[in-house]
């Protein structure tokens, strides 16, 4: 079994930082890419891709993000990190981490999801 634990979401004005954190147990490899996604309020909106990076360091960012955004991990603790400056309204959206590629009990997932953590930026 795989639990992803996810930490540091919250309320911030504009401009402000925050750093979300995202551990990993169970059956993770250092070969799965991790990352983040979110997804904005509205039912229409579809998860959309943050950041990700590699177990060799190797990041993705989206366009909206980059230059404020930046993610990390730590291999030897199975965590992702992502330090978000500069934080917009626009931003507001409940941020997921993601463990790609991964095999769990025989079944495959592209994705595997935490829950959620809520981060709320106000203007």
């Known amino acids: 079994q795989v639990h992803l634990v996810e930490s540091g979401g919250g309320l911030v004005q504009a401009g402000g930082s925050l750093r979300l954190s995202c551990a990993a147990s169970?059956?993770?490899?250092?070969?799965?890419?991790m990352g983040w996604y979110r997804q904005a309020p509205g039912k229409q909106r579809e998860r959309e891709l943050v950041?990700?990076?590699?177990?060799?360091?190797?990041?993705n960012y989206a366009d909206s993000v980059k230059g404020r955004f930046t993610i990390s991990r730590d291999n030897a603790k199975n965590t992702v990190y992502l330090q978000m400056n500069s934080l917009e309204p626009e931003d507001t959206a409940v941020y997921y981490c993601?463990?790609?590629?991964?095999?769990?009990?025989?079944?495959?997932?592209?994705?595997?999801w935490g829950q959620g953590t809520q981060v709320t930026v106000s203007s």
């Open positions: 993601t463990v790609q590629g991964i095999y769990i009990r025989g079944t495959y997932y592209e994705n595997y």
């Open positions: 169970g059956s993770i490899f250092s070969a799965n890419a």
């Open positions: 950041a990700t990076v590699t177990s060799s360091g190797r990041t």
